[in-house]
Each structure stands twice: as C-alpha cells, then as structure tokens.
C-alpha cells in the first residue's frame, strides 16, 4: 500500500535559507504528497515567498503560521502536524537542505514500531550562502571539505548498504532530519507544549516514543541534510527543558498533557 508522505518544514524568519530547502523538497527523486511550512511567527517576506512557491509548485504547499510569541517550536509542528494529511510525517528545518533521494530514502527505510533520525553535513558560513540543492553531494562538496569549509562529509555517502541502528538512545536526536508515522505522533500526542525556547522538544519527544514501544532507526549513509550555516539560539529556556526530559524518563510518560490533541 502506497501510504501519503507528508514533509514539514519548521521556520521563523530565514527566507533565504528557507528557499533552497523548499527547492530541495520540489527536485525529489519522490516527490512528497504535501509540503507544511511551520512558521514560528515570520515576517511577511516569508509569507511572500511561500505564495510565490504555493503559485508554481505541483506539490500543494501549506503555510501554517501563529503570531511570534518566542520560540515555540513544539507548538507549530503539532499545528502543521494537525494540517497534514499525510500517514506518514518527515520533519525538517528551514536550516536543513535535504539530498535529492531524501524523501525517497526515509519512505524506503519506514518501519511499523519504529521512527527514523537520520544525519547531516555541516556547512560552513560561506558556502551556506552560495550553496544550492545542485551541490549538496558529496564530490561537489569534497575540495571545501578538504579546506575545512564542510564538515561531516562522509554522511554524505549514500552507500547500497547504509549502516543501521536499532536503539532507544538519545545520543544524535536532531529534529532537522527524523520522520513518524503519524499514527505514532497522534498516541503520544505529539510535542510537549511545555516545551519553549531552544532544545529538548525532539529528545522529549523520542522518550515518550520510546516509552510507548517505538525503536529508534538510526540511517546513516543515507537520508543526508545538509545544514546551513546560522548563529546559535538562546539556551535560556534550556535547563527548564532539561527538567520536562528528565520528568519523561523517570515517570515513564507516554502522553503529553499540553499536545497536538487541541488541534485535531
């Protein structure tokens, strides 16, 4: 059985980042059924730029916005999760340009029980301003990554047979390149809203994931992002985060109170 891709792409005021991540998704060796833009709150110039693609694109695009209220990543990925009509989720950032078998690889490596973190190369400054979804491989990217421009290359790789994990780890979580059946979201129901400012969501997230039943899928030499270059966020939210984490693991939580189910 065919079952519907949905792709969704968080972001908040990068719409030059946020352009060549889209045009990544739109030159998919498979084509999602959907794009979902979760925006955290942009200006207008995102919003512009999202009607242009919405104007041109075959893949229907949905502009899933709130008013800026802070970093409230876990709040408008449960809305754009709630928009999508997809069964299965691939979650991506406006950071994050994805290899052109991306899409294809995350369908091919799905599995029931289980979601799916892939990997990413670190591209330096210049190059994530110059750099577009025709470069992002691994020969393009070679020399800079000699000179120490690039970092991470080898993932890079896509290799007949990738190395896979099977784990209930949070080492690597990164929610720039994971993918659910939404099933599997909707149980949980989805990101804590507790949540706020920078880190945790993912990790949170994976724990009541794992405290469901679900293994992690770790696919390396495939399912590669390449992520751009940006200043690193506040981490003033980060040990209240660190203390929601912490309260997941210890009393074993599957379901969040503060979720995705208001908008379902």
Not at 48 to 61: H, M, T
Not at 198 to 211: K, M, P, T
Not at 232 to 252: A, G, P
Request: aromatic letters at 10%; charged letters at 30%; a positive charge.
């Amino acid at each position: 059985m065919n079952e519907k891709i949905s792709v969704i792409i968080s972001t908040y005021n990068r719409p030059e980042y946020l352009s060549k991540v889209i045009d990544g998704f739109l030159h998919q060796t498979l084509p999602p059924d959907e794009i979902i833009i979760a925006d955290d709150g942009s200006k207008d110039d995102t919003k512009d730029l999202i009607e242009n693609y919405k104007r041109k694109s075959k893949i229907p695009i949905i502009h899933v916005w709130h008013e800026d209220n802070g970093f409230r990543l876990a709040q408008i990925r449960n809305k754009a999760i709630a928009k999508s009509s997809g069964d299965y989720i691939i979650i991506c950032d406006d950071d994050s340009i994805p290899d052109i078998h991306f899409v294809e690889d995350h369908d091919k490596y799905k599995m029931p029980g289980s979601f799916i973190q892939g990997h990413r190369v670190l591209l330096g400054k210049k190059i994530s301003h110059s750099i577009t979804y025709k470069n992002c491989n691994f020969f393009s990217l070679l020399s800079l990554a000699i000179k120490g421009e690039v970092r991470n290359l080898s993932n890079a790789l896509r290799l007949p047979m990738p190395l896979i994990r099977i784990s209930q780890g949070l080492k690597g979580i990164r929610g720039c390149n994971m993918s659910f059946y939404k099933r599997d979201l909707l149980l949980v129901n989805g990101y804590n809203e507790d949540i706020v400012g920078w880190g945790r969501e993912d990790s949170e997230l994976a724990v009541r994931l794992y405290n469901n039943g679900l293994k992690r899928k770790d696919v390396k030499f495939r399912l590669c992002v390449y992520h751009l270059y940006h200043d690193e966020f506040s981490k003033d939210r980060l040990s209240k985060n660190d203390e929601i984490l912490t309260e997941t693991l210890k009393k074993h939580i599957t379901y969040c109170e503060n979720g995705i189910d208001k908008y379902i």
